[in-house]
C-alpha cells in the first residue's frame, strides 16, 4: 500500500514569486509518481508525472518536479508564479505494478497567488 | 473531441435513498475509474472498471457498486445514502488499465445528502 503526505494545505504566495509545494510518499514497492492540479469547480488534470529516467521532470507551463527516492519525496516547484497559477494541487502515487489505474492522492495543498 | 463527461452535476438525496452516478469516457479509452473527494480532502479511489468488469477496489463497503456498458460508458451505484456519502464523485477514463498512465478526469458530480 501507498501512503502520500503534502504538509503544506495552504501557501501563500506573491506572483512573480518562487514557489514550492511539498509531497512526502511512502510505499513498500517502486512507485510512479504524478502531481494533479484542480480548479474551482472542475475536476483534476494532470500537471506531471514521473515514471521512470530523469529524476527532474517538466510541465509545459512553468512548473518541475523532482523525484528523490532517498528522501521519498516529489516536491513541486516553480521559480515564477502567475495569477493563473491559483487553484489546489494533488500529488499521487501508485505502485509499479498491479495497481491498475488505483492513485493515492495527498490531501492537497491550496496554492493562493496575490497581486 | 470530448472530455469525460459526467451526470449529473449536482444531486441533492435524503438519508437512506439510492443514486445513480453516470459517466461518459473520452473517446478512445475504455477504462473508467470512479473516485470520491470529501470537502478538503484528496480523492479515495472506488474502484475500476475494464471490459465491463471490476478489476480493481478501493476500501469502500458493498453500498457502492458500479457498471460498465459495452460502450465504455459507466455507472456508479451508492445504495442506503449516508450524510458521509456526501461528496464530489470523480469519474477518470484512461485507454489502458495498467498504471503507468494519466488519467483523464471528469468535472464531478457533487453529491448532497441530508
Known sequence: AQSVTQLDSQ???FEEAPVELRCNY???VSVYLFWYVQYPNQGLQLLLKYLS???LVKSINGFEAEFNKSQTSFHLRKPSVHISDTAEYFCAVTGLTG???????GTGTQLKVEL | DAGVTQSPTHLIKTR???VTLRCSPKSGHDTVSWYQQALGQGPQFIFQYYEEE???RGNFPDRFSGHQFPNYSSELNVNALLLGDSALYLCAS???PGTNVALHFGNGTRLTVT
Open chain 1, 26 to 28: 511512502s510505499s513498500s
Open chain 1, 99 to 105: 495497481g491498475g489505474n488505483k492513485l493515492t492522492f
Open chain 1, 11 to 13: 501557501v501563500p504566495v
Open chain 2, 54 to 56: 471490476e478489476r480493481q
Open chain 2, 16 to 18: 437512506g435513498q439510492q
Open chain 2, 94 to 96: 484512461t485507454n489502458n
Open chain 1, 53 to 55: 529516467g530523469s529524476t
